[in-house]
Each structure stands twice: as C-alpha cells, then as structure tokens.
C-alpha cells in the first residue's frame, strides 16, 4: 500500500514538472487542455485523520486519561497508559475503537471520543497550489471546497500571474488536466469560472510572459 501511494505520489510530481515545463517560452506547440468541469461525483467522505492533525481524546468518565494531542510527523500518538498508536489514515471512530481496546487492560469497559480540532488530512488528499499564487501552500480538502475557497485561502493570485493559463492536475484521475479561469473567477467575478475540487488536485499558476 505504501509502496503504492509514493509511486502514485512520484507520478504526480513528475506530471507537474511536466506542466510547469509547458509554461516557459518557446512552447509554442502547448495545446490547452480541457475545462475543468465545475462540478465532481465527490461523495461523502469521512474525514481520515493526518499528520500534524490536533486531536483531543476523551476518556468518559476517565480526565486523567483524556488529552489534547498532535499526531507525529510519524503518524502515531502517544496517551497516558497507551503508546505509540498508529493515527494517521486512520478515521476518527475507528482510532476510537482502537483506544478503547487498549484500555480494556485497565478500566472497565473504556468509551472514547477522537475529536479533531485542527486538520491537515492525509498527503494524497491535500490540494497543493504552486507558481504565482500570493501564498503558495498545501490546503486540507474538506467536503464541498472549491476553486475560489481554495484560492481565497492562498491570497489570490500575484500580480505576474497569468491567472487564465492555470492548469489543475487531477490526482484522482490519474494526473489528467484541465484548464482554469483563474483571471475571470479572481479579477472579474466569473462565478462560472468556479469548480468543484477534489482530493489530491494540483493548481499551477504560470507566470505570465507578457
């Protein structure tokens, strides 16, 4: 499974070095690609828990057993009585039940609460946005984001952007691409310029040459 997901990871970043290449001039041959659809099949989905995620463990009836915690870059966690659980991939119910087995060996019957306060998501599910992005960054996908949350979030665009030139690299689809509007949804309001994201995308800003 790992082994899996770095070779699905490599693919997308030698896809985007590919697509960053196109941007520089003397590409005269570059065809655009399609439009991004704006809206996607995304279907409910039950938040898997990251590293660098906080969570807070609640131990009913047990305080001295609950805890505020951040999951390892390693994606493990550590509690009074319980060490080095695996966190990270994992969903919050599920991680709930692993707890609460591991201190069956020391209270009865245990009921444990995995909340997560502040998220960062599993690496193959983050949007990364590069190039003239104000705030170049990785975003947590959250259910119903879309291109104009995630591009709030960074700052917009910079002032050398060639904001209609962006391209999404779609991970879930096996690093296919489509064009954005970026220009028309930012600077001129197009909200028919917006799409839906999904995890794993990839925005690349280009710098425009004119």
């Known amino acids: 499974m790992k082994a899996h997901r770095n070779a699905t990871q490599t693919s997308l970043i030698c896809t985007l070095l590919a697509a960053l290449t196109l941007t520089l001039p003397g590409c005269s041959t570059f065809n655009s690609p399609p439009p991004a659809p704006q809206t996607t099949d995304n279907v409910d989905q039950i938040y898997r828990i990251g590293a660098l995620d906080q969570l807070t463990v609640v131990v009913w009836r047990n305080p001295d057993l609950s805890s505020t915690i951040t999951v390892r870059p390693d994606g493990r966690i550590s509690l009074p009585l319980v060490e080095n659980i695996v966190a990270a991939g994992r969903r919050p119910n599920d991680l709930s039940r692993e707890i609460e087995q591991a201190l069956a060996k020391y209270i009865r ?29 990785t975003v947590p996908f959250r259910q119903n984001v879309t291109l104009l949350d995630v591009m ?16 999404l690299v779609r991970g879930a689809e096996n ?16 909200i028919s310029a917006n799409v839906d994201m999904k995890p794993g995308d990839i925005i690349i800003v280009p710098q425009s040459w004119f």
């Open 109 to 137: 019957e245990p009921v444990v609460t995995v909340v997560v306060n502040s998220f960062q998501g599993i690496s193959s599910e983050q949007i990364r946005i590069v190039g003239e992005a104000t705030r170049p960054q």
């Open 152 to 167: 709030i979030q960074v700052g917009g665009l910079t002032d050398f952007a060639d904001g209609n030139g962006a391209v």
């Open 175 to 190: 690093g296919k691409q489509y064009s954005l509007r970026l220009k028309d949804l930012i600077k001129r309001g197009d």
